[in-house]
């Protein structure tokens, strides 16, 4: 059984920053990309990022680019979210996935075979 555990969530200020852990465990799986994703409040489920581990490339979600950084290692299917200078609409519970699936891109979150159970972020004011 494979296991994804996010850590690093927790309360912070507007405009301060957090780092999102995300490491999978149990069953030996190779995955091709890893990405996170977002869901506030009566909100639906959001892309926040991804990376392809083969060609390193990155994906953000719409205006994320450079507010948030994602990045990692396919070794042991680890990824990390830079986030920085946080507004009080990211507050939402951020999750990470992985994928088995070889693809020109990751937002869609059916893409994905492999999920933790979130970390909540709270930015207040």
């Known amino acids: 059984q494979v296991q994804l555990v996010e850590s690093g969530g927790g309360w912070v200020q507007r405009g301060g920053s957090l780092r999102l852990s995300c490491a999978g465990s149990?069953?030996?799986?190779?995955?091709?990309?890893m990405g996170w994703f977002r869901q506030a409040p009566g909100k639906n489920r959001e892309f926040v990022a991804a990376?392809?581990?083969?060609?390193?490339?990155?994906y953000y979600g719409d205006s994320l680019k450079g507010h948030f950084i994602i990045s990692g290692h396919s070794d042991n299917n680890t990824v990390y979210l830079q986030m920085n200078n946080l507004r009080l609409d990211d507050t939402a519970v951020y999750s990470c996935?992985?994928?088995?699936?070889?693809?020109?891109?990751?937002?869609?979150?059916?893409?994905?075979?492999?999920w933790g159970q979130g970390t909540q972020v709270t930015v207040s004011s």
């Open positions: 996935a992985a994928s088995l699936l070889n693809a020109d891109h990751y937002r869609w979150p059916v893409y994905y075979d492999y």
């Open positions: 990376i392809k581990w083969s060609t390193a490339v990155t």
């Open positions: 149990g069953q030996t799986f190779r995955s091709l990309a």
